[in-house]
Nanobody, 126 residues
Framework: QVQLVETGGGLVQAGGSLRLSCAFSGGTFRNYAMAWFRQAPGKEREFVAAVSDTGGATKHADSVKGRFTISRNNAQNTVYLQMSSLKPEDTALYFC???????????????????WGQGTQVTVSS
């Protein structure tokens, strides 16, 4: 059974940086496309960034382009989200998601993802 564990969240001032990590276990990591989503209180879950199984292709939401970068290390079964120039509106619970999709590109719809972590809280103060 695939399990995802997110770490790296916390409280940071506006303009600061954080790096989120998601540890994958229970499957062959290189066969999974990975993504980050976030959900703020009272709002729907929204796409943040996605990466293909090989790491060769990525997609980022317009709201985070130029500030956030998704990457993965298939040798360490980990996907990362480097966040910089953080804004108060980035405050949310951040989730890692996995989709069994060998040879596929990054996917932005939450409906295709089969596995989800419990989330890590990111709070950006103004």
């Amino acid at each position: 059974q695939v399990q995802l564990v997110e770490t790296g969240g916390g409280l940071v001032q506006a303009g600061g940086s954080l790096r989120l990590s998601c540890a994958f276990s229970g499957g062959t990591f290189r066969n999974y496309a990975m993504a980050w989503f976030r959900q703020a209180p009272g709002k729907e879950r929204e796409f943040v960034a996605a990466v293909s199984d090989t790491g060769g292709a990525t997609k980022h939401a317009d709201s985070v382009k130029g500030r956030f970068t998704i990457s993965r290390n298939n040798a360490q079964n980990t996907v990362y989200l480097q966040m910089s120039s953080l804004k108060p509106e980035d405050t949310a619970l951040y989730f890692c998601a996995a989709d069994f999709a060998p040879y596929s590109g990054p996917r932005i719809s939450p409906n295709v993802y089969d596995y989800w972590g419990q989330g890590t809280q990111v709070t950006v103060s103004s």
